[in-house]
């Protein structure tokens, strides 16, 4: 990781901002592994990235991770090591995959985007339905993991935004499934359609349809390096070293000048509902928040008549608005709901893991301010007998002693 001094991510919560925009500076082309090296060279931790990537059904893969060099820049190597060996999938196959994988919400939505980005180019350029839709290099196993290890990898730096330069491009000709082709790839030049892209003299591919792929479906936007407060950056090692120039994809991570001023826009979801039990009241929230909403709660009111009813409020992500009202719906019964825009500022915090009685408990933790995920406190508590209360304690304190301040010497 190039951490250019906001924060040690090693010692907790920070005063600063957390990280919410990448930029892509795609100066010699950029690869699925690359993107995702580069991701994790600007330090999404591999091992987060990993148990994001475990929550597919796929076997077979391993994703190693190692420093290098190219052209003189300390990058990383990102490798899927895979044990299939030609196995073909179709669009279908592998959208059904990710939907039913269990992944966080963005990074469904992310992963989703980029396959539906190939799947319909794909389909124009062979002139077939997208359902039939074969993949050949993107269907393999590597692939996947390298687009949606690269949506984890996002998701682990707390990305809401990807900006993108304009994006190299090699020429010459190359082997693929379909036989011999131009550099940039048919699928390549589809896929950046709208985008700002250039060619080099490099005879090589150096932009492939998975990195074009994912830039165009994942970018709010192309150009110079938006405004941004810079936490880090890192780069992702392409195949082999160039003599011109490094074969590395660059990022770089930081919040966005316009987020630290106008804060997270977000929707407000409400309905009142007077016959509904509150068992029915309970679950709804908690399908809310599986919904992805960013909270939900319960308001007693009098209605007209002086009849008691409730108020069933979320907070959602506006891309989340129309699931999370889906699910209000549903749940509730109600005939309607209304929505309001707003606008908040979430403090800094960071999620870590600790150990209590040997199993995982996981807390937030904010500048003085330690909070314990209470369902992991409640699973210790009912599996080691210890009073919740005590629990809570312990997982605090676990957190605590390592990032105590150190006693003053003594005179």
């Known amino acids: 990781m190039h951490d250019l001094g906001v924060n040690d991510p090693g010692t907790g919560a920070s005063a600063e901002p957390a990280p919410s925009v990448a930029w892509f500076n795609c100066f010699c082309g950029v690869a699925g592994d690359m993107a995702l090296g580069a991701l994790i060279d600007a330090g999404a931790d ?11 059904e796929v076997q077979g893969w391993e994703l190693a991770v190692s420093p290098t060099l190219r052209g003189g820049i300390a990058a990383s190597d990102v490798t899927v090591k895979v044990s299939e060996s030609g196995v073909v999938r179709t ?4 959208l ?26 794909e389909a124009k350029l062979h002139n077939r339905p997208v359902e039939q839709v074969h993949f050949h290099e993107v269907g393999g196993i590597d692939a996947i993991v390298d687009i949606v290890g690269t949506c984890a990898a996002l998701e682990v730096l707390d990305v809401a935004e990807v900006y993108v330069s304009p994006i190299a491009q090699g020429h010459g000709m190359i082997r693929t499934a379909h036989g011999h082709l ?6 390549t030049v589809e896929l950046l359609q709208g985008a700002p892209t ?19 479906a994942l970018a709010a936007g192309f150009g110079a390096m938006p405004p941004m407060t810079v936490s880090s950056v ?4 392409g195949d082999r070293e160039l003599q011109d120039r490094p074969n590395v994809t660059q990022v770089v991570i930081g919040q966005s000048e316009a987020a630290l001023n106008a804060g997270q826009e977000v929707q407000l979801l409400e309905t009142n509902v007077d016959d509904v039990t509150g068992e029915m009241l309970a679950y709804t929230i908690g399908a809310l928040l599986q919904a992805g909403a960013y909270d939900a709660w319960i308001t007693p009111i009098v209605m007209k008549k002086g009849r008691p009813a409730h108020v069933v409020s979320a907070l959602a992500d506006p891309a989340l608005a129309a699931s999370v009202a ?20 979430p403090r800094a915090r960071e999620q870590v893991e600790v150990h209590v009685d040997g199993m995982p408990v996981r807390l937030k933790v904010a500048p003085g301010r330690v909070k314990v995920e209470h369902d992991d406190a409640a699973a210790v508590a009912a599996a080691s007998g210890r009073p919740l209360r005590e629990v809570i304690e312990l997982a605090a304190k676990a957190w605590q002693r390592p990032h105590a301040a150190p006693e003053p010497a003594e005179d």
Do not use: K, N
Request: no cysteine; charged share 20%; aromatic share 4%.
């Open 182 to 187: 131009p550099i940039p790839a048919p699928a």
């Open 198 to 216: 250039f060619g080099t003299d490099v005879p090589i591919e150096l932009t492939t349809p998975t990195g074009a792929a994912l830039m165009a």
């Open 91 to 94: 669009a279908s196959h592998i």
């Open 96 to 121: 059904g995959l990710i939907e039913d994988a269990e992944l966080p919400e963005r990074v469904r939505r992310r992963a989703l985007a980029v396959f539906r980005a190939l799947a319909t180019v």
């Open 46 to 56: 591999p091992d987060a990235v990993r148990h994001i990537l475990d929550g597919l």
């Open 326 to 345: 889906d699910v209000m719906l549903a749940e509730t019964g109600s005939l309607g709901i209304r929505a309001d825009t707003l606008q908040r500022w």
């Open 234 to 237: 890192g780069y992702g090692a």
